[in-house]
């Protein structure tokens, strides 16, 4: 098959809540309506750690587990071990784990065991300044592909129109074999969330009681432009 697919032919783009306190995690167990997804982003999370385990069970959506590297927007500083322990920890909760490209080879066992597990896994890039050009982008997926990745998850600085069409580009014109889920950060954020999923961006991020990341909307505003 040459060409892009139609809109069509798309899958639906699926809503991830993110949880990254403790009053978005209760927040979240009291959801009448939950989303497709929860992200549990455990380098928040690390003051309550010990809490968590009797709470997720209570979740009503397939998790989605990382911590994020403190150059990639992670806060606590944690080293790469610290970030290790806790995405072995909570791995069995998870129906997918979320790593970094930067620490994907540091990280293989934890890939090598989710793979063994059929934890799908989402290999990620974060540039919180710029958003490279389509064919960077379309390197490092690539590399994502060849560290086992089920989804290569982008997420990219969007303050300018063309800062939003390299990232809108690489989405729609990509050549590589691998779902994508794409996102802007800043003062075009919001809108590059709605344009990207229906561009064929498969996940689409919304906060649920705080956040720490410029665009990005809510669950019930992403639900108010359509998507669901």
Do not use: C, W
């Not at 809540?17 to 167990?29: P, Q």
């Amino acid at each position: 098959m040459t060409g892009g697919s139609s809109a069509n032919d798309r899958p639906r783009p699926r809503l991830v809540g993110v949880i990254m306190s403790s009053a978005s995690l209760d927040f979240a167990i009291r959801m009448r309506k939950p989303p497709d997804l929860f992200e549990l982003r455990l380098d928040h999370l690390v003051p309550m750690v010990d809490k968590l385990e009797n709470k997720l069970s209570r979740l009503r959506a397939p998790l989605i587990i990382t911590a994020r590297h403190p150059q990639e927007g992670g806060t606590n500083k944690l080293s790469t071990r610290q970030r290790r322990d806790l995405l072995f920890r909570f791995l069995r909760r998870a129906h997918y784990v979320d790593v970094e490209l930067r620490s994907a080879s540091a990280l293989n066992p934890l890939l090598k065991l989710a793979r063994r597990r059929k934890i799908r896994r989402m290999i990620s890039f974060h540039d919180l300044k710029s958003t490279p050009d389509s064919r960077r982008l379309r390197v490092k997926a690539r590399a994502a592909k060849a560290h086992g990745a089920d989804i290569f998850k982008v997420a990219t600085r969007t303050d300018t129109p063309a800062q939003l069409a390299r990232l809108l580009a690489f989405v729609t014109k990509k050549d590589v074999d691998l779902a994508v889920s794409a996102m802007g950060i800043g003062k075009l954020g919001a809108i590059s969330r709605v344009l990207l999923s229906r561009a064929g961006s498969i996940l689409v991020y919304a906060s649920l009681r705080d956040s720490d990341i410029e665009g990005q909307m809510s669950l019930e505003q992403l639900r108010a432009f359509g998507i669901r």
